[in-house]
């Protein structure tokens, strides 16, 4: 099986009422291209950071009641889990892709490099493009581009992230539901893999490089 990219259909399970109903359409659909995305990336971030990558998609087990309003894929080095590390992303929300280097609240390690960011945030101001986007909160689809948002505003939430307990901090792109590169798998996993390269700084600030 090839990756052939994401569809009107694969962000149309989102208007699908249930849990179990919405799941099965997430496990149907849009798991079978996140293994492949999987496969995929997971030799070149390898590469990329140095570490042995492993990936995890997400599975939603939680969940008893409220179907997922967002699904993804996710790499990190530990092969237990992402939660718990700096970490990349894809993933679908309603109406975006999202291509992420994510910190969520669950990392321990979040603090220090809160601090690490803190230290070098004119250089990771000036090292992200203007078009790329901030969010800080992974369970919300919103987010802010890096044109917007001045040293200051990215000092307070790097601050945030290194002492406040509930802080997350996200870096990459959204790429609109209806833009034709979702459906240009080749353009597509370019665009992620150049995403990647473009946040790998950030990343590698936590492993001293």
């Known amino acids: 099986m090839e990756f052939e990219g ?8 989102f208007k699908i009422d ?14 079978p291209k996140f293994e492949l995305l999987g496969q995929h990336f997971t030799p070149l971030l390898t590469v990329k950071t140095g570490q042995e990558m492993f990936y995890h998609i997400a599975k939603h087990a939680r969940r008893t009641v409220n179907p997922p309003k967002d699904t993804w894929i996710a790499w990190s080095d530990n092969k237990r889990g992402y ?3 700096p970490h990349f992303q894809v993933g679908l929300w ?9 910190i969520i609240y669950e990392a321990p390690s979040k603090g220090i490099l809160g601090t690490k960011f803190l230290e070098n945030v004119q250089k990771i101001k000036q090292m992200i493009p203007e ?5 800080f909160d992974h369970t919300k689809p919103e987010s802010y581009p890096n044109r917007v948002l001045s040293e200051e ?3 307070h ?6 002492n406040k307990r509930k802080s997350e901090i996200l870096c990459g792109i959204t790429i609109d539901r209806e833009d034709p590169i979702l459906q240009e798998p080749a353009h ?19 492993h001293g490089k």
């Open 6 to 13: 994401f569809s009107a259909k694969d962000f149309d399970i």
């Open 131 to 135: 078009d790329f986007v901030w969010s």
């Open 94 to 102: 309603p109406t975006h892709l999202f291509v992420w280097f994510a």
């Open 157 to 162: 939430a790097f601050a945030n992230l290194a």
């Open 188 to 206: 597509l996993l370019n665009k992620i893999e150049e995403t990647f390269q473009i946040v790998l700084p950030l990343y590698t600030m936590d």
């Open 83 to 85: 939660k718990m590390v």
């Open 153 to 155: 505003d990215l000092s």
């Open 18 to 31: 249930g849990l179990e109903e919405r799941m099965e359409a997430i496990k149907g659909q849009v798991r």
